[in-house]
């Protein structure tokens, strides 16, 4: 779902241990057949906009076109960067969801954990997004498992270009979104993906809510690595 799991293009430069960095995700349930119409309208309106704004390091957006669910995500560089813009960008997201679909926006916050990149994305690069929920007291841990035991195992699938892990610390929700360099690598790994899934789920106490695959559809970041 994020953001941030695909390449970048003008990176800060690596801070790992000084950056705590935050995200805006809007999911949208598009018409399959507005998806297009949807990353245009986003890359060449609300992204120009977006990046002019105090504080924002980033876009991207990943889009699921059997579903219609896409996801745009936004990263900042503190809290209050994010929090201050939100009504601003209000607007924006209502109109792109009136365009595509039929509902209203569901707009989400949290802090980006974790971000490790191999290298670049590319044109074809795909996602795989997995939702889990953990004791809040527990998140700390989470987070521990997921970059000591899942980071290693995730940079030895077929087609690994980066992954991310968001975290909501107030309700112990937090999302991993790993990026493959092709729909191909993608379909390759799944099956060694979810044996790793449910171990490390296992380990960290971490319940799975949702996993979907998706399309990296525009990958506009310039957030440092953080792990």
Not at 16 to 41: F, H
Not at 42 to 52: F, K, Q
Not at 100 to 108: R, T
Not at 179 to 196: G, H, V
Request: net charge negative.
């Amino acid at each position: 779902m994020w953001e941030a799991t695909g390449g970048a293009t003008g990176a800060l430069p690596q801070a790992k241990g000084v950056w705590i960095v935050y995200a805006r995700s809007t999911t949208i349930m598009a018409r399959p057949e507005s998806i297009d119409s949807g990353i245009a309208q986003v890359r060449d309106e609300v992204m120009p906009r977006l990046l002019e704004m105090d504080g924002c390091i980033g876009l991207s957006m990943i889009v699921d076109r059997e579903s219609g669910r896409c996801i745009a995500t936004s990263a900042w560089q503190s809290e209050e960067a994010m929090r201050a813009t939100d009504e601003a960008l209000r607007p924006d997201r209502e109109r792109v969801a009136r365009s595509i679909g039929d509902g209203s926006p569901k707009v989400e916050e949290w802090e980006i954990a974790v971000l490790h990149r191999d290298h670049r994305s590319a044109e074809g690069a795909c996602v795989r997004a997995t939702w889990v929920k953990v004791d809040p007291a527990g998140l700390d841990r989470a987070i521990d498992v997921y970059k000591m035991a899942s980071l290693p195992r995730l940079e030895d699938l077929a087609g690994f270009c980066s992954a991310s892990l968001l975290v909501d610390r107030a309700s112990g929700r937090a999302v991993s979104s790993v990026t493959y360099d092709s729909q191909e690598a993608m379909d390759e790994n799944r099956e060694a993906a979810a044996s790793m899934r449910s171990a490390t789920a296992k380990d960290a106490g971490a319940e799975v809510l949702d996993v979907c695959e998706f399309e990296l559809a525009i990958a506009h970041l310039r957030v440092p690595e953080l792990t």
